[in-house]
Each structure stands twice: as C-alpha cells, then as structure tokens.
C-alpha cells in the first residue's frame, strides 16, 4: 500500500506570506495527525482529525494555523502570516485504530525567512 | 515543559556492541511506550513498544525495558550495525494502545554505529 504523502518536500517561504501544506494519509485511515519537530528538537503534537472531525486541536500553536480535512480524505495546514519561529519540518501521520504505532510521512521542511 | 525526556543527544557504539539508548518521563499517567527510527528525510517509523503492564518487550535485535518505578525506559540493540544509525525516538501514550491518541516525544538520540 502507499505510504503517508507530504507536499510540497521542502517550502521557502517569507515572513508574513502563507503556506499550505498537504498530507495524503494511507487509503481507508481514519485517524490523521500533524506532528512538528522545530529546531532539531523533540516532535510535538498540533492536531488529530477522525475522517473529517477534529478530535485534538490543543498542540495548535496559535490561531495563524489552520488544519482542515473536507471528505475526511487528505488534510491541509495553513500558516497565515507565517513567522520565523514557524519553520521546522511539520510531519503528517495515519493509522487505522486510534493507537500508537502509526505510519509517519516524511515531512515537510518549512523554512521562514 | 517536556515530559519524555532523552538526555543524550549522540551516542557512538562499534558495530556488533550493543546500543543502549535511554529516555525518561516525568508523567506517570502514561501506561504505552513506543520507540520510532528515523534516517534523514525520512519520516520517523515505528520501531517497537511496550505496555506499562510489562517490563521487557523483544523483537529481534531490539529489546525495550520498563521500569516504571523509575519512570525510566531503554532500548538495547545488540549486535548493532551500521544500518542501526539514525535519530531514535522515544514517544509516551497516555491511552494505552487502541485508544492512544496524541504521542509525547522525546528529543531524540542519534546513534552512530560505526563498522
């Protein structure tokens, strides 16, 4: 089966502009999960999505994201206005049953300059 | 305020040593464990787990301890090889398994297994 899917790989963006990320879960996964790693640090939680549902926001950062998963197929996060201690390597993951070995994909690098 | 904590950021083994890789938590609601491998831009893979009902889980060359009193966990690879080097990471569950959602993870480890 394919994998978890993340696009774009890499993103460059300025302060203040706005990025979109995708993340393409593996088919029939219900659960949906954003993950951040910032500066080389540990990976922390932004948010878990049930099919279209968001069952956990509280990792969110701040009210510039923004996560949405309409059809409860791939989910997006938006960063608007983006700012310098945004960037980091943002991480998308699915799993069937709500447990805890589920499949990452690989990432995001966002870059704020 | 980090709740898994893993104080080594590196560790350096000869091939066929054993890699010993260390985390500890602060929380002691968590009852799952989990540790995940990650290469470089690659995402993090699932490695191995345990419950906080057990101490010792095996698979292979990969054995996780428990020790809850200590609030303590460690991963063994023995023998180690030089495909072993990566980031690890070791990730805590506040729900067990089938209902766990949201991980805590530590900072990592990047274990460097040299031939």
Redesign the interface.
């Known amino acids: 089966e394919a994998g978890?899917t993340q696009f774009p790989?890499h993103s460059v963006i300025e302060k203040g502009q706005t990025v979109t990320l995708r993340c393409d879960p593996i088919s029939g996964h219900d659960n949906l999960?954003w993950?951040r790693r910032v500066m080389?640090?540990?990976?922390?939680?932004l948010l878990?999505f049930v099919k279209e549902s968001k069952?956990?926001e509280?990792?969110m950062p701040n009210n510039r994201f923004l996560a949405e998963r309409t059809g409860g197929t791939y989910s997006t996060l938006k960063v608007q206005p983006a700012e310098l201690e945004d960037s980091g390597v943002y991480?998308c993951?699915s799993s069937q049953?709500?447990?805890?070995?589920?499949?990452?994909?690989?990432?995001t690098r966002l870059t704020v300059v | 305020d980090q709740q898994v904590k893993q104080n080594s950021p590196s560790l350096s083994v000869q091939e066929g040593r054993i890699s010993i890789l260390n985390c500890d938590y602060t929380n002691s609601m968590f009852d799952y464990f989990l540790w995940y491998k990650k290469y470089p831009a690659e995402g993090p893979t699932f490695l191995i787990s345990i419950s906080s009902i057990k101490d010792k889980n095996e698979d292979g060359r990969f054995t996780v301890f428990l020790n809850k009193s200590a609030k303590h966990l460690s991963l063994h690879i023995v023998p180690s090889q030089p495909g072993d080097s990566a980031v690890y990471f070791c990730a805590a569950s506040l729900y067990g398994y089938n209902a766990g959602n949201m991980l805590t993870f530590g900072g990592g480890t990047r274990l460097m297994v040299k031939p």
């Open positions: 978890v790989s999960y993950y080389g640090k540990e990976i922390k939680f878990h069952q956990d509280s990792g991480f993951a049953d709500q447990g805890g070995g589920y499949t990452f994909g690989s990432g």
